[in-house]
């Protein structure tokens, strides 16, 4: 069998698990090579509570390098400007191109924080480690200097689950520091209803919501389109003005630079269009994973919402990836997963509290889903956080 070489661009959620997994698969008969900008893995649901002081980069964080090292999988520590898909070469700013036979796109997002006037500047994220950062000391100013909070899923989001879980982070630090009665706590959100999630909803998960923002009194804005984010507040398209000192919005996800700037690559977006295998349908071998791929959302919605394929989507979609690459070199047969099909596994934090989330498709019908609150749930989050990174961290997927 001809010796392949497969690229594999990012290394988090899908490229660290398609690399290692791919490594089991073919062992020593072909060549991997990563390609990153990164050397660090990070553990993005932890970024909830990063801006509190809860967590440190290196509480949710560790370096690849040894773990590929060890299964002879090379690592190349580069930003990818673009690929020659006819030519089936990778180009980056600081090596020589890199040439594949097969490569596997798993890069995750960029970040679009300039579709909406003041976004960039006027508001916080938890949408990577060095905006956390910027976060942490945003919340500490507030904390100095209180009043009303807004925290928003934008027009065009899809990461509605960390939207919910820092809300109600959010609401219990403020109830720890006496702020609650106080001040005001506002979510301004796309979904036409609490709970969306940008996957039309999940069981009782509405009516559990509806219910915790009544209790902790949180006021909701639905089928809201933000006009402005502007340093004492957000005001949306109908003129309304939400007054706020601490803004966190969750903006919409766009294709990476790298994407975008290849030709017949990505959709208008930089979202990657692939089969149910993966697989592009003009490049036969170019595949991707995660949030580079575009997944149709299940149902139109007033204002646009995007779909969550974060976490577990995106190693589940890895997974299968790397399947076909290798069935595709041995001439077996292909593997489908669809986003639609896959399980639904989450647990939402609350703060000291918690929902686990289960069901067996992503997308309704589905025949069995549950939502099971309680501090447990809290409890549970804590304990995957810390069996996910240890067994990751020793190249365990």
């Known amino acids: 069998m001809e010796r392949k070489h497969i690229a594999i661009v990012g290394t988090n959620f899908g490229g660290y698990t398609a690399a290692l997994e791919l490594k089991e698969l073919v062992g020593e008969n072909h060549d991997i090579t990563v390609i990153a900008n990164t050397h660090n893995f990070l553990f993005f649901p932890s970024l909830i509570w ?18 590929y090292l060890k299964h002879n999988i090379k690592f190349v520590e580069a930003e990818v400007t673009n690929l020659d898909l006819d030519n089936n070469t990778i180009f980056t700013k600081s090596t020589e191109p890199i040439k594949y036979d097969y490569v596997l ?60 879980e820092f809300l109600f982070n959010v609401r219990y630090q403020m109830s720890k520091h006496h702020l609650s009665k106080k001040h005001s706590l506002t979510y301004l959100t796309a979904e036409p209803f609490l709970a969306h999630f940008g996957i039309n909803g999940f069981g009782n998960a509405q009516k559990m919501c509806e219910w915790m923002f009544n209790m902790y009194h949180i006021e909701s804005r639905l089928n809201s389109v933000i006009k402005e984010v502007k340093p004492d507040g957000v005001e949306l398209e109908s003129g309304e003005f939400y007054p706020s000192k601490f803004t966190m919005v969750m903006p919409r996800f766009i294709g990476v630079d790298a994407v975008r700037n290849t030709p ?29 791929v575009h997944v149709k959302a299940p149902g139109e919605t007033q204002v646009p919402c995007g779909v969550p394929k974060t976490g577990y989507p995106t190693e589940q979609m890895a997974k299968t990836a790397v399947k076909n690459i290798v069935a595709d070199i ?11 099909d896959m399980s639904a596994y989450c647990i939402m934090d609350t703060g000291n509290m918690g929902m686990m989330i289960v069901g067996d498709h992503m997308i309704s019908p589905r025949e069995h889903q549950f939502i099971i609150p309680g501090p447990e749930a809290h409890w549970a989050k804590i304990a995957f956080e810390k069996y996910f990174l240890y067994s990751r961290k020793h190249g365990h997927v």
Not at 264 to 282: C, M, R, S
């Open 50 to 67: 990063y801006p509190f002081g809860l967590r440190d980069e290196k509480d949710i964080t560790f370096d690849v390098r040894p773990q």
């Open 105 to 164: 796109i798993a890069t995750g997002p960029k970040v679009d924080y300039d579709y909406i006037p003041g976004l960039r500047e006027n508001s916080n994220s938890i949408v990577g480690l060095s905006v956390a950062q910027k976060t942490r000391e945003a919340w500490n100013r507030y904390l100095a200097d209180p009043g009303p909070i807004v925290i928003a899923s934008a027009q065009g989001a899809a990461c509605f689950g960390a939207a919910y």
């Open 264 to 292: 017949n690559l990505a959709n208008d977006k930089g979202f990657i269009e692939v089969d149910k295998g993966y697989q592009h349908p003009t490049y036969k071998n170019v595949y991707a994973a995660g949030v580079a």
């Open 330 to 340: 041995k001439g077996l047969p292909k593997v489908e997963n669809t986003f639609e």
